[in-house]
């Protein structure tokens, strides 16, 4: 201390107090009437008397960032004097202009010290009460921070309040499932109620579930309804009732010419039986204005009405979109007969040749789950979807769930095996889910569904290129000898290579096998280890070569 001056400083932070004629300033370069050149050269002459020149050195050196603050201050190419600021105000010596991929607008973000006890400046805006959180990893793979304006949700409701937090002239944005305030973004939508522009991710097989997969932070728009049977539909449901498809698909499509996206997901699963084929031709004669898209949801599950005629709502969906790569379709108990189960292998066969990615579910299209149901989806149907899906010449990642087609039966499993083969030279990720398809193993002898299990396992097993393998069979092995055809055929696969989700020792696969990660090997696992043993699978390749036959 000399001259009644003190000065304290954490360089790292580029922040020190500085406290002169008992007044003090706590800064983070943000003070624009400190003019820190004549503070620094005081500093070095004051300091190197009583403290060393190689102490004030260091000193001079964290207070030369503020300086070259002031001086864009005193030249006014610098109107910021906190952090968070709009980027045309410029940015803070300590803080990057940075745009995020996906993400509408900009923002200054002021490098994150992770290790520190306060991670991220806490100076804001006037009127900001977003949180600033360590939540952006810059290109170089250093830390930085952001405003949250929204810490768990992205949906339209949450980040139209979290346009609140981020003051007068930010907006809330979607992210990874947070919304995060940047300027210059779109302005908030008139989208339809139970739409929402968010932030999309999927696994390899299509599926939405907030981690990597489907391009990096990629922005879509989601739409949740339900449709029931007229008249009144509108008292129970929203945004799918055949009064409101008009206005809902009207102002989806005049949001989207001001703000693009190419990933769409709508929801319009039935209530009490659901749409009918009368829906279904107004739903088709809208999707097809939604050109351009590379990634598709339809869930249309449980709208038995429409029966097969629901395929016709996926037809020109597809037909439009020629570049589509990622593609789900959801027809879980809709009463999907084998006629309009070779329509829907067709439409793919016909309209999806580009595509990567492909999540299909066929799941409870049987007596059971769907009302009067007389022409459940059998394994011949099941084989024609199959057959549809192996003419795609670009797939790479499959999801096919076909469980509680009791009508299937084990026999379905050797029509899929056939119908997929043609992909074994380029899939890469394979998830099957074939649970309670009435698999018995009391079969005649010429029907033994260890025939199926073996062509199924031996069909799997000369997938060249397979990184990923997830099977379902719940309740369809329960009895050793399936087991063994089971693990004679897939560990020929690559173990080291190949991750086989679900096969873990309490059997989550239902499928009766277990990954060994120290031998790299997959085993019997707890259940069925006391009749097979601890010992690894050994691949037998050419057994069963006649299982595949029909």
Not at 366 to 390: F, L
Request: proline share 5%; hydrophobic share 35%.
């Amino acid at each position: 201390s000399t001259s009644g001056c003190c000065i304290a400083l954490t360089c790292y932070q580029l922040s020190f107090a500085f406290r002169c004629g008992g007044r003090t300033w706590n800064s983070r370069c943000t003070h624009t009437h400190v003019d820190y050149f004549q503070l620094a050269r005081k500093t070095m002459k004051t300091f190197s008397q009583r403290m060393g020149r190689m102490q004030a050195f260091i000193i001079v050196a964290c207070l030369l960032p503020c300086a070259l603050a002031y001086d864009s201050h005193a030249s006014g190419k610098l109107k910021n004097d906190v952090h968070y600021g709009n980027p045309k105000g410029g940015c803070l010596p300590d803080e990057r202009n940075v745009t995020i991929e996906g993400v509408g607008g900009d923002l200054c973000s002021p490098v994150c010290h992770p290790n520190a006890s306060v991670p991220c400046p806490l100076d804001l805006p006037a009127g900001v009460t977003a949180n600033p959180k360590c939540e952006l990893q810059y290109k170089d793979g250093s830390k930085g921070c952001v405003l949250v304006c929204s810490p768990s949700s992205t949906n339209e409701t949450s980040l139209r309040a979290g346009d609140k937090q981020c003051g007068k002239d930010a907006t809330c944005q979607p992210i990874q499932n947070v919304g995060v305030c940047t300027y210059g973004g779109p302005a908030p939508s008139d989208l339809p109620k139970g739409c929402s522009l968010t932030s999309i991710s999927l696994t390899p097989s299509g599926e939405r579930d907030g981690k990597k997969g489907y391009g990096a932070n990629t922005v879509g728009l989601v739409c949740e309804g339900n449709v029931s049977p007229e008249p009144g539909c509108e008292n129970i449901n929203l945004l799918c009732c055949a009064n409101q498809l008009n206005d809902t698909f009207s102002r989806i499509l005049q949001y989207r010419e001001k703000h693009p996206f190419e990933y769409f997901s709508m929801t319009c699963s039935g209530n009490f039986g659901g749409a009918n084929a009368e829906w279904v031709s107004q739903f088709g004669g809208w999707i097809q204005k939604m050109k351009g898209l590379t990634g598709l949801h339809l869930d249309l599950s449980f709208n038995e009405i429409a029966s097969d005629a629901i395929v016709g709502a996926i037809e020109p969906a597809l037909t439009a979109n020629p570049g589509l790569r990622n593609l789900s379709l959801i027809l879980e108990a809709s009463n999907i007969t084998d006629l309009g189960a070779a329509r829907l292998g067709g439409v793919l066969k016909d309209n999806f040749q580009q595509g990567t990615s492909l999540l299909m579910d066929l799941s409870r299209n049987d007596p059971g789950d769907v009302s009067n149901m007389h022409n459940p989806v059998t394994a011949e149907g099941v084989g024609k979807v199959a057959a549809g899906i192996g003419t795609l010449k670009s797939l790479k990642n499959l999801s096919l769930n076909v469980a509680y087609d009791t009508n299937v039966t084990a026999e379905g499993m050797s029509y899929i095996a056939n119908g997929i083969s043609p992909l074994k030279d380029r899939l890469e990720h394979l998830a099957l889910n074939m649970g309670f398809m009435a698999i018995d193993p009391s079969f005649p002898a010429n029907q033994n569904p260890n025939r199926y299990f073996a062509c199924l396992a031996k069909t799997i097993a000369s997938f060249s290129k397979l990184e990923t393998f997830v099977i379902d069979t719940d309740c369809g092995v329960n009895d050793p000898s399936t087991v063994q055809v089971l693990g004679i055929h897939l560990s020929c696969l690559p173990i080291s290579r190949v991750k086989f989700p679900g096969m873990d020792s309490q059997g989550d696969c239902h499928c009766g096998i277990a990954m060994d990660t120290k031998r790299e090997c997959l085993t019997p696992n707890n259940m069925y280890s006391g009749s097979l043993g601890h010992g690894c699978f050994t691949c037998m390749a050419n057994a069963n070569n006649t299982a595949c036959e029909e």
